[in-house]
């Protein structure tokens, strides 16, 4: 079965550091991987998307992540990190052809100090 | 666009009560997953409905159950609730999609406490 793994539940960067999200990922067939926001008592947001047509994929608000097959990682990464950026981010996957449902990471709360 | 819309957005049980959570999905989407958080983790997949149809099911008892209505709207049912039920619940649409490759819109959540 697929699944994610998010490394490090906390991540704490201070203002206009780069920001640097882990996920591994563990399936048998070529996945679907995502990344979702969540602010304080809010819903998920989609950030971004893999779906094998670019390894290097951008999301909104300067976000990215790059699919590494060798390592199994889809990282999340942003030049520089904004006050705003604080929140809950969530790694997932899909599994193509059949599967229907997300399967969540832990999640990994970043912190931006000033 | 309101996008997807869940209700009520906090309630509180008593053990032993059953529950029903609404979702109204995003226009124009026809696919509706239930979720549910528990605090400090990531949501698990509870069903996904389809034509009015369960299509698939995560691993939670069947004291969770669901419906789907032609307007494409659903509701999450509850019974039995016992104190471990207590979770944000996430309602997401999407278009149906056999590749799996289209993302879902969740809603803001339910927040459910059962005492």
């Known amino acids: 079965a697929q699944s994610v793994t998010q490394l490090g539940s906390h991540v704490s960067v201070s203002e206009g550091a780069l920001v640097l999200l882990r996920c591994n990922y563990s399936s048998s067939v070529p996945p679907y991987l995502f990344w979702y926001v969540q602010y304080p008592n809010q819903g998920l947001q989609l950030l971004l998307k893999?779906?094998?047509?670019?390894?290097l994929v951008k999301g909104i608000n300067g976000f990215e992540a790059e699919f590494k097959k060798s390592e199994t990682s889809f990282h999340l990464t942003k030049p520089s990190a904004h006050m705003s950026d604080a929140a809950e981010y969530f790694c997932a996957v899909k599994q193509g052809n059949s599967g229907y449902a997300l399967n969540f990471g832990k999640g990994t709360s970043l912190l931006v100090t000033p | 666009d309101a996008g997807v819309t869940q209700s009520p957005t906090h309630l509180i049980k008593t053990r032993g009560q059953q529950v029903t959570l609404r979702c109204s999905p995003k226009s124009g989407h026809d696919t509706v997953s239930w979720y549910q958080q528990a605090l400090g983790q990531g949501p698990q997949f509870i069903f996904q409905y389809y034509e009015e149809e369960e299509r698939q099911r995560g691993n939670f008892p069947d004291r969770f159950s669901g419906h789907q209505f032609p307007n494409y709207s659903s509701e999450l049912n509850v019974n039995a609730l016992l104190l471990g039920d207590s979770a944000l619940y996430l309602c997401?649409?999407?278009?149906?999609?056999?590749?799996?490759?289209?993302?879902?819109?969740f809603g803001q959540g339910t927040r459910l406490t059962v005492v």
């Open positions: 997401a649409s999407s278009q149906r999609d056999i590749q799996g490759s289209t993302e879902a819109f």
């Open positions: 893999y779906t094998s047509a670019a390894t």
